[in-house]
């Protein structure tokens, strides 16, 4: 059976950096993209940043870039999310998820993935 499970979540000031961990169980991740997806009430899930099997390639969505960096630890089944200089609209719950195939040559597709943990809530307030 398949686990996903984030951490790291919680309540910041704008300005300030989180670091979310996803760990993995039931299955290795050495073949897999892996992604960090946010939703907020009423919106599609999107995808803020992905890194391929081997960490050769990665995602950031415009609004991240800079600010966000995601790494992976193979040997660990883990993935992260370093998050800095958060902003008000970096407020959402965020998804770590593994990309079952890469249907577009990219690890940003929602479709393609098919793993989810339960979500983890970085709420940026002040």
């Known amino acids: 059976q398949v686990q996903v499970v984030e951490s790291g979540g919680g309540l910041v000031q704008p300005g300030s950096s989180l670091r979310l961990s996803c760990e993995v169980s039931?299955?290795?991740?050495?073949?897999?993209?892996m992604g960090w997806f946010r939703q907020t009430p009423g919106m599609e899930r999107e995808a803020i940043s992905c890194?391929?099997?081997?960490?050769?390639?990665?995602y950031y969505t415009d609004s991240v870039k800079g600010r966000f960096t995601i790494s992976r630890d193979n040997a660990k089944n883990m993935v992260f999310l370093e998050m800095n200089s958060l902003k008000f609209e970096d407020t959402a719950v965020y998804y770590c998820?593994?990309?079952?195939?890469?249907?577009?040559?990219?690890?940003?597709?929602?479709?393609?993935?098919?793993?989810w943990g339960q979500g983890t809530q970085v709420t940026v307030s002040s």
């Open positions: 998820g593994r990309a079952a195939y890469l249907s577009t040559g990219h690890c940003q597709a929602l479709i393609d993935y098919d793993e």
């Open positions: 890194i391929s099997a081997n960490s050769g390639r990665r």
């Open positions: 039931g299955l290795t991740l050495d073949y897999f993209a």
